[in-house]
């Protein structure tokens, strides 16, 4: 009886902090964006790339309209003051050769958009940490249930599509296409992104509430699925970046990482199972004929990765101080790609070799300091806490891993998963020094002018755009008649010209 009174005083108390001016409005806007991107096609008529984008930009209007209410705007700011000065200074410095590159590029339009995200991104990130700071432990668990919810939309998307594959295809002569149980993106590599940055949580609900078989089968299909789907995506990226996050966790996880890994593995033979029985069994007791993805004929190749590195050495050497502009790698190169796939070679072509540095050498520092702070926390913070704590760290880990390799930090979605993650990081690690930190007036005000300055460039380079992102798609094509697909950056037609 004392412990049902003791559990329902704090349910009372947790209901009553959540008050219509207390509740964690930027996590709830980025939570929406999270679920119906992947799921909801935003674009009609355009590229989910587009649709994704465009839904990207409400989601930082929205987040931007949040921050003018003070005390939302004093809580990020507190976080920004809780960064070791030499990071705030190292950032601050960044963004500022970053806006004298915008500046000095031949678009600078384009640039500044470019830079003005990047802000935005950060801003948000500041947000996330700042609700997590607020709410506590509290939000662990429905940003894990979130997770779960958008995977399971998904996996309903993907269940049906291989359903009706199997029924209506053979009357219409249709094989069974893989690629087609890849629902809700441009490019099957972006979401790999995406399983990436989810794959690691999937499997808590099942440890966490699978206490019956039913409910076992229930939690534990929808992680299967997403295992199978990695499969059979032949996205190799997501293959090195899910193993890096499994090693980072091995390294600084403990006991309980210890024990994601296991079930992780475990998640991994399901999802074999799955594709052996859904993907390769099935289809041939049919006799229909199958349409696979696999890379085994040149999985050891960079897919002409060589020559966006190259490209971008180029950049780099030619105007080392400031680059050839944010974003400018899409208005110099011409082939293959309009960003490196590489995030450190993006920052060194287009923004210049310091820049570079100073967002290398912060990243590589917070990824550390997070990782040594799981590591000696992360046992102690009890089985459900700690297990949130290694989920963030695989995540983060192999997020970092991906994007030397793909775009992470260029696609709509990764971009925004990444500053959630990372806000979401910074709020569980770093609650006490967060707290305690001030800005000063004169801090405050820069800040704030800093991210006034990067929405009007964002609004500017947008808002012109908006209007004709089927136009500019259907003259690139036009002009360009052997390209077989658009090849994105901002927009799905990512090359700038004008």
């Not at 921050?67 to 000065?85: C, F, I």
């Not at 199978?228 to 995506?233: H, K």
């Not at 780099?316 to 450190?344: D, I, K, R, S, W």
Request: glycine share 8%.
């Amino acid at each position: 009886m004392l412990m049902f009174m003791k559990n329902w005083e704090t349910v009372r108390a947790d209901l009553r902090s959540l008050t219509p001016h207390g509740l964690p409005w930027a996590l709830l806007a980025v939570a929406a964006f999270v679920f119906l991107v992947p799921n909801v096609d935003f674009a009609g008529q355009l590229a989910w790339h587009d649709g994704q984008r465009l839904a990207q930009l409400v989601l930082l209007a929205v987040v931007l309209f949040t921050l003018a209410a003070p005390d939302a705007a004093r809580r990020a700011a507190r976080v920004w003051a809780s960064l070791p000065r030499w990071m705030r200074i190292a950032l601050l410095t960044a963004f500022a050769l970053g806006f004298a590159s915008s500046l000095a590029a031949p678009l600078s339009r384009w640039a500044l958009l470019d830079w003005g995200m990047l802000l935005l991104l950060l801003t948000l990130a500041l947000s996330i940490a700042a609700n997590r700071q607020a709410f506590g432990d509290r939000l662990d668990q429905p940003m894990v249930l979130l997770f779960f919810a958008t995977a399971t939309a998904y996996a309903v998307s993907v269940c049906t599509v291989y359903g009706a594959m199997l029924l209506a295809g053979p009357a219409y002569g249709q094989d069974f296409n893989v690629r087609e149980l890849y629902t809700g993106f441009s490019n099957i590599r972006f979401f790999g992104h995406v399983q990436t940055m989810l794959l690691p949580f999937l499997l808590l609900p099942g440890l966490w509430w699978g206490t019956t078989r039913a409910r076992r089968v229930m939690l534990w299909g929808i992680p299967a699925i997403w295992w199978m789907l990695v499969v059979g995506s032949g996205t190799r990226g997501t293959w090195v970046a899910l193993l890096v996050g499994i090693v980072a966790v091995a390294m600084y996880g403990g006991r309980i990482g210890r024990q994601w890994i296991k079930w992780q593995f475990a998640g991994l033979l399901c999802g074999l199972l799955c594709y052996a029985v859904f993907i390769l069994a099935v289809p041939q007791l049919l006799e229909q004929p199958v349409s696979f993805l696999h890379r085994a004929e040149d999985i050891v190749s960079l897919s002409q990765r060589e020559v966006l590195w190259a490209t971008s050495i180029g950049f780099a050497a030619q105007h080392p101080l400031l680059g050839v502009g944010p974003m400018h790698y899409a208005y110099f190169a011409t082939e293959v790609a309009a960003h490196p796939h590489n995030a450190v070679l993006q920052w060194l072509a287009e923004w210049g070799v310091p820049v570079a540095l100073l967002f290398t050498a912060t990243t590589a520092a917070a990824g550390l300091a997070f990782a040594r702070r799981v590591r000696l926390s992360v046992d102690d913070r009890g089985t459900r806490q700690g297990l949130v704590s290694v989920a963030l760290l695989a995540a983060l880990s192999g997020a970092a891993a991906q994007a030397m390799v793909d775009g992470i930090i260029v696609m709509p979605v990764s971009q925004t998963l990444l500053a959630l993650l990372m806000g979401w990081a910074m709020g569980t690690h770093f609650p006490q020094g967060a707290r305690a930190a001030r800005c000063t007036t004169s801090e405050y005000v820069l800040a704030a002018a800093l991210v006034v300055m990067a929405a009007v460039a964002v609004l500017f380079g947008a808002a012109t755009e908006i209007g004709h992102i089927a136009e500019r798609e259907k003259a690139y094509l036009a002009a360009h008649p052997t390209a077989v697909r658009l090849l994105p950056r901002f927009w799905a037609q990512g090359w700038i010209n004008d």
